[in-house]
């Protein structure tokens, strides 16, 4: 069966002190995992795209890396502003429109 | 700005009720989706559709009507035969099943 799993559920840092966010996925085959940033009462927000193994993709303190079996979303020097609940979602390559998405990952950043 | 907005906020359902929940896009995408998002599970999908007059159940779809007459607007009905509606629901577009989705603000339904 599909299945998405991000962990930690919940991730108290403070400010300036780098982690990572964990992704893993076992589907058949995988056309896409897509990361998502989602604030309290809004819809998520797109950030990254990967499609294959070894693919970074990077933007301000955020760096998404891809392997087979699962993604990190790495977090440099976090600040406040990025407390935020961060969704992995992954499209299997079974075809049509289905993608799956994890629970997410909340992230409290203390000044 | 191209976006997708989503009416009302906040919506109230009375028991044997039907309510519409409406979603609009500006971003001239093709495909259009509802998910439903719950307290600690991931969003499962109620319905997609591709292309105009065209859409399909997702997994969860029990409960659950939509249509799609225009490219821009895709509203979502739920009906009474949803015993459990309560649940924050996202409207999402995208320009292909390749892209990613980009999600409106969404709508929170609650039970009177």
């Known amino acids: 069966e599909d299945q998405v799993t991000q962990s930690p559920e919940a991730l108290r840092l403070q400010e300036g002190e780098s982690s990572s966010l964990n992704c893993s996925y076992t589907v058949s085959g995988l056309r896409g995992l897509f990361w998502y940033r989602q604030d309290p009462g809004k819809g998520p927000e797109f950030l990254f795209t990967l499609y294959s193994a070894g693919e970074e993709k990077e933007k301000e303190r955020l760096k998404a890396t891809l392997t087979k079996k699962e993604s990190f979303l790495h977090i440099t020097a976090p600040k406040p502003e990025d407390s935020a609940t961060y969704l992995c979602?992954?499209?299997?390559?079974?075809?049509?429109?289905?993608?799956?998405f994890g629970a997410g990952t909340r992230l409290f950043v203390k000044a | 700005d191209g976006g997708i907005t989503q009416s009302p906020k906040y919506l109230f359902r009375k028991e044997g009720q039907n309510v519409t929940l409406s979603c609009e896009q500006n971003l001239n995408h093709d495909a259009m989706y509802w998910y439903r998002q719950d307290p600690g599970q991931g969003l499962r999908l109620i319905y997609y559709?591709?292309?105009?007059?065209?859409?399909q159940k997702g997994d969860i779809a029990e409960g659950y009507s939509v249509s799609r007459e225009k490219k821009e607007s895709f509203p979502l009905t739920v009906t009474s035969a949803q015993k459990n509606p309560t649940a924050f629901y996202l409207c999402?577009?995208?320009?292909?099943?390749?892209?990613?989705?980009?999600f409106g603000d969404g709508t929170r339904l609650s039970i009177l």
């Open positions: 559709s591709q292309i105009v007059n065209d859409f």
């Open positions: 979602a992954v499209r299997p390559n079974t075809g049509g429109f289905k993608t799956i």
């Open positions: 999402a577009s995208s320009i292909g099943v390749e892209q990613p989705q980009h």
